[in-house]
């Protein structure tokens, strides 16, 4: 690449901070089997920035001139199949060099566009079956990086997962069986706040570093003042950077002639294998991922021998996100590896887990027990919940790009999903051409290469995709759902249904009934720790406004789905199911009737978790009502 395309990214060494985020991407540069990094953090804090450029400091590699999947020529075992039928023949394979590269995986990709797919041109000029690389053969030995890559379509993660831990990609597509390379460095950005990652994708990531902004003035100036100078004269401001890169790229180029000869003692070993078992990280790539990164972090810096300083920066990258075993289990706090008998380091432990244990029952024992007016707040307690099964519904109106895995549709004419099977096309609309099977089609017709298609040849792809979905939480927070605690189940279920919208990857909102008016504590999101956090928060006192909730609920539902006509929504209204604030005047349950058959009329499916239990319950509960009018699911808890 030249300086010209150098000048028009921000120079590596010229991003002020983010030292670790730094180390992490040069450590893969330099062995790329570390497995990839993830960067974490909120917008605006230099992610991309960061990524795009390492491509400035990346070295020249040796590839198969011509070759479209990048081969190496010095290594047989890094060939594709035509390369190395070449190699076997004892040509000798023609050698170009070619600077990495950082290759972008777009979130509206495709699974033919990701892996590759018949050559559609070829087949109408020669009538020969042909492969049409895709993005895995750009990426490999080069840099793939996925911005947002915690809302990347499951299907699609699910391709580049087996590709990146094969490290081969393996093409099986209308009769053409073909495999190529693809050993890539894996990189990706992502903002907690749209979600979390699953977990299958996170332990793939060899590192993961969380990027924020710097809090100290000064810092923060000299961001300004270097973006602002690299705008104004993007070229000047890059010659000022220009030997620092070069460095940067012999650092590397140097490392890596290092690296096969760096060594670690048994006893950095044993430290690594006993802090990791101690945190509970059950993953084996843990420890590999931790050596090779100390490993490369010792290259960088031109030493031959591990020490316990490169040991403790490699497990700062390798070891923090893996640390939950759960995707809501409370990580252990990771401390840098001590030698063994640190009793000092036991004794501080045991008076803190028994401190903590105190507090805890001093605040249980002071807690109000108060209920109607008082406010006060409960914890959850664990609760058990139904399975709510999961129901295909009518694609017709199907747009989302953001799908979940709550709720499957078939879908005709749109690019998104798995390829089941392929239709002609109907209403005139062509979006989502089968080029091979109109090929076919054309063929059994009589035609002959080279072949000119008509409508009347088009077929259109038939797809198995997953819709978005919209998890409503209705939590019934009033002054009586401080009997019997009922509100500390009610939380426990809220919480479950939260970690279920995780697993099935759909947006959650939390609606609160207390006092006169229900109340939207959290809008649509996949911020899920928000969602958590929010309902242990919420107070418990008050009035019932029942019928509030259900009209919020109806006007959310309506909002989110003007964004998206396909969108499903349920709705979990945890309640004990009194109700005693009026929402226009009329009567309560006048109220709730009206409201329920809009509720069924919108074909927003309502699940009910009734807290009375088996006990005496005084009073009126209008979930009867709810299950016969909206057609509700009740659950007794």
Not at 6 to 28: C, D, M, T
Not at 136 to 156: C, F
Not at 323 to 343: A, G, I
Request: charged fraction near 30%; proline fraction near 6%; aromatic fraction near 6%.
């Amino acid at each position: 690449m030249e300086p010209r395309e150098k000048r028009l990214v921000f120079p590596f060494s010229a991003i002020v901070g983010q030292e670790k985020a730094k180390l992490a991407l040069l450590a893969v540069a330099v062995n790329p089997l570390i497995g990839g990094v993830l960067l974490k953090g909120d917008k605006g804090t230099g992610k991309s920035t960061l990524v795009r450029a390492l491509a400035n400091v990346l070295p020249e590699i040796e590839v198969v001139d011509g070759c479209p999947f990048n081969c190496n020529p010095r290594n047989p075992l890094e060939m594709c199949d035509s390369c190395y039928e070449r190699h076997e023949r004892g040509e000798e394979l023609p050698v170009a060099k070619r600077k990495m590269r950082v290759v972008d995986l777009p979130l509206s990709v495709t699974i033919d566009r990701l892996v590759g797919t018949v050559d559609v041109e070829r087949f109408l000029k020669e009538g020969r079956k042909a492969l049409q690389p895709g993005i895995l053969a750009e990426a490999n030995r080069n840099v793939l990086y996925i911005d947002e890559v915690n809302l990347l379509d499951d299907y699609i993660a699910d391709s580049l997962l087996d590709a990146a831990a094969m490290g081969w990609n393996t093409i099986e597509r209308e009769g053409i069986s073909f495999r190529h390379p693809a050993g890539f460095i894996l990189v990706g950005s992502m903002n907690p706040e749209e979600g979390d990652l699953r977990p299958q994708i996170l332990d793939r990531f060899g590192l993961c570093v969380e990027v924020s902004a710097p809090m100290n003035p000064e810092e923060r100036i000299e961001i300004v003042k270097r973006v602002e100078e690299f705008h104004e004269d993007p070229i000047s401001f890059y010659k000022k950077f220009e030997s620092e890169e070069k460095k940067l790229t012999e650092r590397i180029v140097k490392a890596r002639e290092i690296l096969p000869k760096v060594e670690i003692s048994d006893d950095l070993l044993k430290l690594l294998a006993e802090t990791i078992v101690n945190l509970g990280i059950k993953t084996n790539r843990a420890e590999i991922a931790t050596i090779k990164t100390a490993k490369a972090i010792a290259a960088l810096n031109g030493r031959r021998r591990v020490s316990l300083e490169d040991l403790e920066k490699a497990m700062e990258l390798a070891l923090p996100h893996r640390l939950r075993d759960k995707p809501f289990q409370k990580p252990p706090q990771m401390r840098p590896p001590k030698p063994k008998d640190d009793k000092e380091h036991n004794h501080d432990h045991k008076y803190n887990h028994k401190h903590d244990h105190r507090r805890e029952e001093k605040s249980e024992s002071t807690r109000s027990q108060g209920i109607g007016n008082l406010e006060q707040n409960f914890r959850s307690s664990e609760a058990k919940i139904p399975r709510i099964k999961n129901k295909n519904f009518d694609g017709s109106e199907f747009r989302g790009y953001r799908s979940s895995r709550d709720v499957s549709v078939t879908v005709i004419n749109f690019p998104k999903g798995v390829p089941v099977s392929y239709l002609p096309p109907t209403n005139g609309k062509i979006k989502d051409v089968d080029f091979y099977n109109s090929l076919v089609w054309a063929v059994l017709n009589g035609k002959k290469p080279p072949i000119k298609l008509d409508l009347n040849d088009l077929r259109v792809r038939v797809r198995k995709a997953k819709a978005p979905t919209l998890w409503v939480l209705l939590l019934d927070s009033s002054g009586s759902m401080a009997v019997q605690k009922r509100i500390s189940i009610a939380k426990g279920i809220a919480e479950k249904l939260v970690e279920n919208g995780y697993t099935k990857r759909s947006k959650v909102a939390l609606i609160v009934a207390k006092g006169n008016r229900a109340e939207i504590f959290v809008p649509p999101t996949k911020n899920y720790w928000e969602v958590l956090e929010k309902i242990e928060s919420v107070p418990t006192g008050g009035r019932t406004p029942l019928s509030s909730a259900l009209y919020n609920l109806f006007l959310l539902a309506e909002r989110e789905r003007r964004k998206d006509k396909s969108l499903k929504v349920r709705a979990f209204l945890i309640t004990d199911g009194k109700a005693n604030v009026s929402l226009f005047g009329k009567r309560i349950k006048d109220e709730i009737i009206e409201l329920a058959k809009a509720l069924r009329k919108k074909g927003i499916e309502l699940n009910i978790y009734d807290t009375r239990g088996g006990g005496i319950n005084p009073g009126i509960s209008y979930v009867p009502v709810l299950k016969e009018v909206a057609n509700a699911k009740v659950y007794r808890v």
